[in-house]
């Protein structure tokens, strides 16, 4: 006889393998916008210096930027995980094979 467990071992797997896409695409875009802030600010700090408003320079609202990116790509994940990942780990564990 058949294991019943088997597939929904192979439904946890790819919804495993979805969860760490999806991580993986956000790390690095995080890394990418958080490095790059930090580059700029090592090889070219006097275009971060610069005023583009009264009080206001280009590094300040770069870095501001940086903090709302993450906070988005936050975002991004927990809706994510809200919409698709649980309700397929919770369609998983109800599942009667």
């Known amino acids: 006889m058949a ?5 929904r071992d192979e439904r946890l797997r790819a919804l495993a393998r979805r969860r760490g896409w999806i991580a993986g695409i ?27 408003g009264s009080g206001l320079s280009l590094g300040i609202l770069l870095g501001a930027m940086v903090i709302v990116a993450s906070w988005l790509l ?16 919770k369609s998983i564990s109800e599942a009667k094979s």
Do not use: C, Q, S
Not at 74 to 89: C, G, Q, S
């Open 26 to 52: 956000l790390t690095g875009a995080m890394i990418v916008v958080y490095f790059g802030f930090i580059a700029l600010i090592a090889f070219n700090p006097t275009l971060l210096g610069r005023r583009i």
């Open 74 to 89: 936050t975002w991004f994940y927990v809706r994510w995980a809200n919409k698709h990942y649980d309700a397929e780990l």
């Open 3 to 7: 294991d019943p467990t088997v597939g």
